[in-house]
């Protein structure tokens, strides 16, 4: 029997990637079900609400680079039975077929992510209540002609929530299958509603608002207007294709080497970067984001979502199609998820990838030489797009020839919108006649596990200093800079401030240039607003890590999230508060960072009814990573009315430079820069 079950368990063992942090395989997912269907605990009601790579730590990974054995593939997995709520956390084995780990929820912490199974249920069960329907009613209105709109809940400490799964819903009215519901708030009503228990368990009624008549339906001909006319075509081609190759999630590109993986809470995953074959970040990814609503209305004061933490954004991404979202030579990547059943599905097109001419790299003309050079820059975009509701949010990855990193989030959609209450109401916009958009905040937590030039380094606090007039210092115009190290995680929390020019340094603490200077990499943030609630609110305490733009922590691999493993319904202090309340050393170690960047949305008339996409990025650059400009030995550019001649004319008499290709810090060896080769649509 012994040989006949092992037998068996071989044959349901799916084949493991080549890398042991490669994304989970439709053939692992279907495994991962397996091994829960045939847990006692399972029944017909029980549904996936997450399933995951569980990564190895760091130091097996590097130990398997060495020739260390393969680390064990492992899935995480997180099941909710709808009935009971029993909610289990899971670790399980892809090579035995058997569970490592369960935790077991009790509510009290948090509760699993919010499903759409759950999402579904709450137009049933407040359709059904005799209160929602009679609230309706005294707004001339029925069931049958709102949408309802289900959200989280977050965590107000009322006794009749705890250890419950809870939504709260507003109705909007909806006057044919085509037309946009946001124009139509049925402002001054919600649902509080108990989902397992499938009963409202709280209505609150607040009379006196108008439902908005206005139009949203900015698909609708009539309402855009005659097409304009004059705008010619833009086509992007690279006859010889692309110049970055993607191997499985292995992707390599001038002098970058890294690779990619796409998980169903965080979407994209940037994983071991290396520039000139030195390591710069181990793993990059947006670990949590939350949407902060400013109106304290009665029944507005809790809208505060956290779109990766609740609702798990990665498994809302988008199937770009070529042409629309993605133009010029493009490869596509599908991201394979599980569905609620536990299932593999295949998001299509779910990443993107191309280059783009982003102007001149390096441009000099020099009066004295007639040297006149200049060098073209590029950029590799990788990326992906998400709709969460009402928001549509895209979430860019910059890698540049000069060993540039950006992120850049990108948002575009329809506002969250309200019944304007009229009389310069301090908390919202009016954007069309009686519609309202309340403000809100859009803050997005990156994960930056750091290596910039190893495991060893330290983040250092710049700010540019004014220098007063003294006797070193005459005539008052010196200037200079102030550097902080961050020495532990409990006052590693740090906000950006535009006055002083502020930027941390990830430095390593180990090696230097041929000058002496450690060997970096500098964070620009952008100085916009950090979380606005009060510190005392609910939402200040959940979002904890919005509080400050800068937390640094030791690396911990369970430490992946920014607000905890288990978001919704969370009474708050979890995630960054807990990862520095041990407040490790900072100096010389191996280091996450964790930068908040966002935006701050006052809503305008020009954001009704679809918004212009708006921005918020932040950017890593290298700080005397290199010995010189990494970029020299980029190609001048050439074509009809720019020759690469002209450029090779002017530096007539120079022959080799000795070392011309030698960026890297001591210790480090020479790097190969020759071409890679094309690669075409996928």
Not at 301 to 307: L, M, P, S, T, V
Not at 561 to 586: C, K, M, R, S, T
């Amino acid at each position: 029997m012994t040989d006949t079950l092992t037998a068996d368990l071989a044959a349901a063992t799916p084949a493991a990637p080549a890398h042991p942090l490669a994304s989970l395989t439709a053939a692992e997912i279907e495994a991962v079900r397996a091994i829960v269907l045939d847990l006692p605990t399972t029944t017909d009601r029980t549904r996936f609400a997450y399933v995951g790579l569980e990564e190895p730590a760091k130091g097996e990974i590097l130990a398997w680079e060495q020739g260390g054995p393969a680390p064990e593939r492992r899935a995480r997995v997180q099941l909710l039975d709808m009935t009971t709520t029993r909610s289990s956390d899971l670790v399980v084995s892809l090579g035995s077929g058997s569970v490592v780990s369960e935790h077991v929820l009790d509510g009290t912490a948090g509760q699993l992510p919010i499903l759409d199974a759950e999402f579904e249920e709450v137009g049933l069960i407040a359709g059904a209540d005799p209160e929602w329907v009679a609230a309706l009613a005294a707004r001339g209105l029925s069931v049958d002609d709102v949408v309802l709109v289900p959200l989280s809940a977050g965590h107000y400490g009322y006794g009749d929530e705890e250890g419950k799964r809870i939504l709260r819903t507003f109705a909007f009215q909806q006057f044919h299958p085509k037309d946009h519901p946001w124009a139509h708030p049925v402002d001054g009503l919600t649902a509080y509603i108990d989902v397992a228990a499938r009963k409202v368990i709280r209505i609150v009624d607040t009379p006196g608002f108008e439902i908005p008549q206005t139009s949203g339906n900015f698909d609708d001909p009539a309402l855009q207007g005659p097409p304009l006319e004059g705008l010619k075509p833009i086509e992007i081609t690279q006859p010889e294709g692309a110049s970055f190759t993607v191997d499985d999630e292995h992707v390599t590109w001038g002098d970058w080497d890294l690779r990619i993986g796409f998980d169903t809470r965080e979407g994209l995953i940037l994983r071991q970067l290396q520039f000139q074959g030195r390591p710069v970040m181990y793993r990059g990814s947006i670990s949590e984001m939350v949407v902060p609503y400013a109106d304290p209305a009665p029944n507005r004061f809790w809208q505060n979502y956290f779109d990766t933490g609740e609702y798990l954004f990665g498994r809302y991404t988008n199937e770009l199609e070529l042409g629309c979202d993605c133009v010029g030579d493009i490869t596509y990547v599908d991201a394979v998820l599980s569905d609620e059943l536990g299932s593999p599905r295949t998001v299509r097109n779910a990443v993107c990838m191309h280059e783009e001419d982003f102007g001149s790299l390096w441009k000099h003309t020099d009066l004295f030489t007639g040297s006149n050079e200049v060098r073209r820059q590029r950029r590799l975009v990788i990326s992906f797009f998400t709709t969460v509701g009402n928001y549509d949010y895209g979430f860019f990855w910059y890698l540049y020839l000069d060993g540039t990193i950006e992120c850049e989030a990108k948002l575009t959609g329809i506002l969250f919108t309200s019944s304007y209450p009229g009389e310069d109401y301090p908390y919202a916009s009016q954007v069309a006649p009686g519609l309202g958009a309340p403000y809100h905040q859009h803050l997005f937590s990156a994960r930056l596990d750091m290596t910039v030039d190893g495991q060893a380094n330290v983040v250092n606090e710049i700010d540019a200093v004014r220098v007063p007039i003294s006797e070193g210092n005459p005539a008052g115009n010196a200037f200079t800079k102030k550097v902080t190290p961050i020495v532990s995680e409990a006052v590693s929390g740090r906000v950006a401030d535009g006055s002083v020019g502020r930027v941390w340094q990830i430095a390593s603490t180990e090696k230097t240039t041929s000058l002496g200077q450690p060997t970096s990499y500098v964070l620009f943030p952008e100085a916009h607003p950090i979380l606005l609630a009060d510190d005392a609110s609910s939402i200040a305490s959940r979002a904890a890590f919005a509080t400050k733009n800068l937390f640094v922590t030791k690396y911990d691999p369970a430490e992946r999230y920014a607000a905890g493993d288990f978001v919704n319904q969370h009474p708050g202090g979890g995630g960054i508060p807990e990862f520095i309340a041990g407040d490790e050393p900072l100096v010389g170690e191996d280091l996450v960072v964790w930068h908040t960047f966002g935006l701050t949305h006052f809503p305008r008339n020009e954001d009704w009814p679809v918004m212009p996409m708006d921005y918020a990025k932040f950017t890593l650059k290298p700080y005397n990573f290199f010995e010189r400009n990494p970029a020299l030995h980029i190609p001048a550019p050439v074509s009809d009315h720019c020759s690469a001649g002209t450029a090779a004319a002017h530096a007539g008499g120079y022959g080799p430079v000795a070392g011309a290709h030698d960026h890297g810090a001591h210790d480090h060896g020479a790097h190969d820069h020759g071409a890679h080769g094309h690669h075409g649509h996928h």
